[in-house]
T-cell receptor, first 116, second 114 residues
Framework: DTEVTQTPKHLVMGMTNKKSLKCEQH?????MYWYKQKAKKPPELMFV???????INESVPSRFSPECPNSSLLNLHLHALQPEDSALYLC???????????????FGPGTRLTVL | AQSVTQLGSHVSVSEGALVLLRCNYS??????LFWYVQYPNQGLQLLLK??????LVKGINGFEAEFKKSETSFHLTKPSAHMSDAAEYFC????????????FGKGTLLTVNP
């Protein structure tokens, strides 16, 4: 299984809502990532979890809260978002400790988020 | 710090023509280089990667890329374009000193005309 799955596929939320994005992989990867992608731009890294610990936070506003319940799951909790947070949110995973694969990331299909 | 430059934000070819998407990188350490493809409303899919083994790398869907250290390039080619190749293509390099970060180029949109 070389797939990263993400749910939901689409999400529309108001600025006062609380919602969560979910990501799952069964490749035995020990690093998982959240990216934000705006239209016609490359993905921007938000968070990295390595061995279930938060390793990188790219100065993301606290209205985004990541969680890694186990090595296969990654969540992104959303609260009090702004319309400018509307974007495609991508999850990815990789195997960080093998020299030749550590930056080789496998991406999920993304969640298209619209904040009204 | 690493950087990636993709020349041409938009490349248009005819079906059956050669596809050439350009990527130049800068890195003070031996780079690991990647090409990803993104179809509309989808995630990124790894096309191919260079990790210091063979300089000519073959990927999926008939794409290949050649690592040229002297030119700091990793251009993506396909001999004959197909309509299904229309997508956004991103070149990326591993970020120095990080097991996790990739530095992406700005992307090249490939359109294929019938």
């Amino acid at each position: 299984d070389t797939e990263v799955t993400q749910t939901p596929k689409h999400l529309v939320m108001g600025m006062t809502n609380k919602k969560s994005l979910k990501c799952e992989q069964h490749m035995g990867h020990r690093a998982m990532y959240w990216y934000k992608q705006k239209a016609k731009k490359p993905p921007e890294l938000m968070f990295v979890y390595s061995y279930e610990k938060l390793s990188i936070n790219e100065s993301v506003p606290s209205r985004f809260s990541p969680e890694c319940p186990n090595s296969s799951l990654l969540n992104l909790h959303l609260h009090a978002l702004q319309p400018e947070d509307s974007a495609l949110y991508l999850c990815a995973s990789s195997q960080p400790r093998r020299l030749t694969t550590r930056n080789e990331q496998f991406f999920g299909p993304g969640t298209r988020l619209t904040v009204l | 710090a690493q950087s990636v430059t993709q020349l041409g934000s938009h490349v248009s070819v005819s079906e059956g023509a050669l596809v050439l998407l350009r990527c130049n990188y800068s890195s003070s350490v031996p780079p690991y280089l990647f090409w990803y493809v993104q179809y509309p409303n989808q995630g990124l899919q790894l096309l191919l990667k260079y990790t210091s083994a063979a300089t000519l790398v073959k990927g999926i869907n008939g794409f290949e890329a050649e690592f040229k250290k002297s030119e700091t390039s990793f251009h993506l080619t396909k001999p004959s374009a197909h309509m299904s190749d229309a997508a956004e293509y991103f070149c990326a390099v591993n970020s120095e000193g990080s097991n996790y970060k990739l530095t992406f180029g700005k992307g090249t949109l490939l359109t294929v005309n019938p």
